[in-house]
Nanobody, 126 residues
Framework: VQLVESGGGLVQAGGSLRLSCAAS????????MGWFRQAPGKEREFVAS????????YYADSVKGRFTISRDNAKKTLYLQMNSLKPEDTAVYYC????????????????????WGQGTQVTVSS
């Protein structure tokens, strides 16, 4: 699987963006997926993840209630709906995937994922 993110941009605080991650390859439906972000000078951090069934999700505390992760296996696409954006959400956002047997597995760490996209910049102005 190869992953390509899109949908980043510049938005004012309080605004919304929806990121997409398009996957190529035959086996997206058995990939557990996640979103991470990396701000300048900081380590890459977990944002959200979703099982390949789509029934299990997990969020970082900093985005819980504001961001929603979802997937469309038929379209081989992962989404991140981001609402009530804050300046501290500014970062490069990466989607990541791992092929896994367990349908409800959700990764939480960078090391849990083996496939990464190139990233998309999100900038939130105050």
């Amino acid at each position: 699987v190869q992953l390509v993110e899109s949908g980043g941009g510049l938005v004012q605080a309080g605004g919304s963006l929806r990121l997409s991650c398009a996957a190529s390859g035959r086996t997206f439906s058995t990939y557990s997926m996640g979103w991470f972000r990396q701000a300048p000078g900081k380590e890459r951090e977990f944002v959200a993840s979703i099982s390949w069934s789509g029934e299990s999700t997990y969020y970082a505390d900093s985005v819980k209630g504001r961001f929603t992760i979802s997937r469309d296996n038929a379209k081989k696409t992962l989404y991140l709906q981001m609402n009530s954006l804050k300046p501290e959400d500014t970062a490069v956002y990466y989607c990541a995937g791992v092929e896994i047997y367990h349908r409800e597995y959700v990764g939480l760490e960078v090391a849990d994922f083996g496939t990464w996209g190139q990233g998309t910049q999100v900038t939130v102005s105050s």
